[in-house]
């Protein structure tokens, strides 16, 4: 009887250092699995958003459970109503069934004709805010909770509805300041002007033209083009250079892969300063442009809450 302890003592310790000198002879791994992809199917690439980030010094493999970000839970519930939202929205989009019965239960009128295009997305904004789904309502500069970089989106009223980009159809979404200005909380580029931010290969530098006056979408071809003015959104942008105020850029991308039935989708780049603006001749019409160059922030930048508490403040609408 009194070989036996002896006898597991032995056998304990050839089994831990065999495992010290064979890799892969471990019986499970502390280090917590890999976080598994969220609902918008994007890869993520650098994505902290709504996350406490740590920098650590020293070793990154030694350090790397101390580098992990942590959700908070009311991001994940966000982030899950999110994803029910646009699951709602693309419902409601392709069956005129749903949308009428969500109308008849919430006293709205009815459809009239066909319904199609812009209105018909704003419609969908207005059955799903009667159904209490429209989600981060107050408007704010910086990161919103639920959203990450890399977050894909079907249709322009998608980035309404969670609180991303707060116009259906205007690219610059804007916020009024304390003292009475505008600043910018949003761009969105959908490749309506002759910016240079689609054709961009790298994200991190982008060239957006400012809104007013475009050639391509929104000037009846017959009427003469003016020069665009410093005013309304291409002001607010200016403004967030000045104040050195993030904004967050979201892209179209034509694309076969999570796509929409139109070929195209929109993807949140995350936060951006405006670096610099200038105005520009246009060659087919002589008339005067702004375009605004915009930078990516660096992560720890733009996604610590210290740094937003600093920056932003409480300049919410």
């Not at 929205?89 to 005129?96: D, F, G, I, P, Q």
């Not at 109308?103 to 009667?130: A, D, T, V």
């Not at 475009?214 to 104040?243: C, E, H, R, T, Y």
């Given at each position: ?66 580098q ?66 429209w989600l ?16 894909e ?33 949003s ?18 530098e ?106 932003v ?5």
């Amino acid at each position: 009887m009194e070989l036996l302890p002896s006898f597991c003592v032995a056998f304990l310790t050839f089994f831990w250092s065999t495992c010290a000198v064979v890799p892969g002879l471990v019986m499970a791994s502390s280090r917590p699995d890999p976080v598994k992809e969220g609902p918008f199917s994007k890869p993520k690439q650098a994505s902290h958003v709504g996350k406490r980030v740590q920098h650590v010094k020293g070793n990154s493999h030694k350090n790397c459970s101390k580098q992990g970000s942590i959700f908070t839970p009311r991001w994940h519930d966000i982030r899950r109503d999110i994803d029910e939202a646009l699951r709602c929205y693309r419902s409601l989009r392709v069956v005129k069934g749903l949308r009428d019965k969500v109308s008849n239960n919430h006293g709205m009128s009815p459809e009239q004709g066909k319904c199609s295009g812009l209105i018909l997305h704003k419609r969908l904004g207005s059955l799903l805010k009667s159904l209490g789904k429209w989600l981060n309502t107050t408007k704010q500069i910086g990161c919103v909770a639920g959203i990450e970089v890399g977050d894909e989106f079907h249709w322009r009223g998608e980035l309404c509805i969670v609180g991303l980009h707060n116009d259906f159809q205007r690219g610059i979404g804007c916020i009024p300041s304390l003292d009475g200005r505008i600043w910018a909380t949003s761009i969105v580029d959908s490749g309506r002007y002759d910016s240079a931010t689609t054709n961009s290969a790298s994200s991190d530098e982008i060239t957006y033209c400012g809104e007013g006056e475009n050639p391509v979408f929104g000037v009846k071809k017959k009427k003469k083009l003016k020069d665009q003015k410093l005013v309304g959104g291409n002001l607010a942008l200016m403004n967030s250079m000045v104040d050195r105020k993030p904004v967050r850029v979201i892209r179209r991308y034509n694309h076969s892969r999570n796509a929409n039935d139109s070929g195209y989708k929109f993807i949140y780049e995350g936060l951006y300063r405006v670096a610099k603006y200038w105005k520009e001749i246009r060659a087919d019409s002589g008339t005067c442009v702004y375009k605004f160059k915009l930078v990516r922030m660096e992560d720890h930048q733009q996604y610590d809450s210290e740094w937003k508490k600093k920056n932003v403040g409480h300049h919410c609408h």
